[in-house]
């Protein structure tokens, strides 16, 4: 399975942006997908995860301004950010797994490349 993220940018406090991420390969057979964010040399943090079943959990910091959301007949998964802050600049990578729930970025068999934030006026 490969993971390609897109959709970043540079966008302006309180604007949006949606992330896609298109999967190839054997995209039936997994199971949890997420989103994860890094900031400079940080460790990967939560940004959001879905399961097949569309069960969603959001950090916090994100909680009501974003919405993860997936089509896996499109072998796809989104991340609609809105209200974007200045701290949310990060590289965002999308992430897949088998299992069918994780939020430990360590339990995740793929990763995309990643994809760049930036939220400034």
């Known amino acids: 399975v490969q993971l390609q993220a897109s959709g970043g940018g540079l966008v302006p406090p309180g604007g949006s942006l949606r992330l896609s991420c298109a999967a190839s390969?054997?995209?039936?057979?997994?199971?949890?997908m997420g989103w994860y964010r890094r900031f400079l040399k940080d460790k990967r943090e939560l940004v959001a995860v879905i399961t097949r079943e569309g069960t969603t959990n959001y950090a916090d910091y994100v909680r009501g301004r974003f919405t993860i959301s997936r089509d896996d007949a499109k072998n796809m998964v989104y991340l609609q950010m809105s209200s974007l802050k200045p701290e949310d600049t990060a590289v965002y990578y999308c992430?897949?797994?088998?299992?069918?729930?994780?939020?430990?970025?360590?339990?995740?068999?793929?990763w995309g490349q990643g994809t760049q934030v930036t939220v400034s006026s």
């Open positions: 992430a897949a797994g088998r299992n069918s729930y994780d939020t430990d970025p360590d339990k995740y068999d793929y």
């Open positions: 390969g054997v995209f039936s057979g997994l199971g949890v």
